[in-house]
């Protein structure tokens, strides 16, 4: 289903609360979501309402949900500008070139991923809103 863009500072602001296999249908409605928002290239369950550790990424065509995604490794920060459908405008924040993520897919397997450039960038991104950090 489709869902409004939670723009409230407050509600974002909270850290998430771990998923449950309860929460599987949650990646629809991410999935959904996202797709409606053609310069959306991530999207966090809080950013739709639901404060639950999960989130989308597109890589290319193909679009990714992570359960409970931890960071494990990171290496090479940089600078940079980003935008959020959450928020106005544009804001400075450090990235990582290069990063490792264990999470569990939508079969509740756990998984491990290395992503650099502008997937690791997107990945990061949702990731701070899981924490309540708004770039």
């Given at each position: 289903m489709i869902k409004k863009i939670v723009r409230d500072q407050m509600f974002l602001s909270l850290k998430a609360t771990l998923a449950t296999k309860k929460d599987l249908d949650i990646a629809n409605d991410l999935s959904d979501t996202i797709n409606v928002h053609d310069n959306?290239?991530?999207m966090a369950a809080n950013m739709i309402g639901i404060n639950k550790r999960i989130i989308i990424i597109k890589l290319g065509m193909m679009k990714?949900?992570?359960f409970n995604p931890v960071l494990i490794n990171k290496a090479y920060p940089y600078e940079t500008y980003e935008g959020c459908l959450s928020l106005d405008g544009v804001r400075k924040t450090v990235r990582y070139k290069n990063i490792?993520?264990?999470?569990y897919d939508a079969k509740w397997h756990k998984?491990?991923?290395k992503?650099?450039?502008l997937?690791?960038?997107i990945c990061l991104h949702e990731m701070d809103h899981l924490e309540g950090i708004i770039i």
């Open positions: 959306c290239i991530g990714m949900i992570m490792e993520v264990e999470y998984q491990k991923i992503l650099s450039g997937s690791a960038q």
